[in-house]
């Protein structure tokens, strides 16, 4: 019997625990800055959030990407992490 462990990453919108594979990842990296990697195939610091309007609408209530990142996150990220829901979406 073998049990595949999937890595599990906290949601910082709802808090949830869940398979990265499931989760939009925003990532700082040196040369770039901020940028929402849908692919996590991007190396660097990253915070993860479930693919959904509500946990977006969350992280930004609770500042949940400050927390992760520890520093002011520029609007352009969030307005690109909205367009990624946007697209997601319907
Ligand atoms: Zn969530």
Redesign the pocket.
């Known amino acids: 019997m073998s049990t595949k462990k999937v890595p599990l990453r906290q ?6 625990m ?1 398979s990265k594979k499931e989760m939009i990842r925003i990532l700082r990296t040196e040369s770039e800055g901020f940028v929402v990697d849908a692919t996590g195939r991007k190396n660097g610091r990253g915070a993860y ?2 693919p ?1 309007m ?2 977006f609408k ?1 992280a930004v209530k609770n500042k949940g990407l400050e927390r992760s990142f520890k520093m002011a996150v520029p609007k352009e990220v969030y307005e690109s992490l909205e367009k990624e829901m946007e697209q997601l979406g319907e």
């Open positions: 949601c910082i919108g709802c808090g949830e869940k959030l479930c959904s509500e946990c969350k």
